[in-house]
């Protein structure tokens, strides 16, 4: 290989390096950013859905009413759902508030 094809290429790694160093630089910026403004999410925490921020409670704070979810009143479901992070939405109704109650119970562990 020549000293002039050697320079060349030499040129073109240092070019390409160059490049991507300033595409990392610009890729961690935006994530950074983003981050800064994303809400935190904690492991428990659910999809409230519509934009609705779910009220944010301690687990030593869950609301749990004792009997079958069949027997609460739609408060009860209400209160229990709200404990856990988990909206309910505008006017759901009993069997919808039952469902949600009934998957937040079955819900595995993590």
């Known amino acids: 290989m020549s000293s002039l094809a050697n320079?060349?290429?030499?040129?073109?790694?240092?070019?390409?390096?160059?490049?991507?160093?300033?595409?990392g630089?610009?890729?961690?910026?935006?994530?950074?950013?983003?981050?800064?403004?994303?809400?935190?999410?904690?492991?428990?925490?659910?999809?409230?859905?519509?934009?609705?921020?779910?009220?944010?409670?301690?687990?030593?704070?869950?609301?749990?009413?004792?009997?079958?979810p069949q027997g609460w009143s739609e408060e009860d479901m209400k209160k229990f759902l709200s404990s856990r992070n988990m909206a309910v939405g505008h006017n759901p109704t009993r069997n919808e508030l039952i469902a949600m109650v009934e998957s937040k119970l079955h819900e595995p562990k993590v």
């Open 7 to 23: 320079d060349q290429t030499t040129q073109r790694t240092i070019l390409i390096a160059g490049a991507a160093l300033i595409a």
């Open 25 to 68: 630089y610009i890729a961690y910026s935006l994530w950074t950013s983003s981050q800064a403004t994303a809400p935190r999410l904690t492991p428990d925490s659910s999809h409230t859905g519509a934009g609705h921020a779910a009220p944010s409670h301690k687990k030593s704070e869950q609301y749990s009413p004792k009997g079958d």
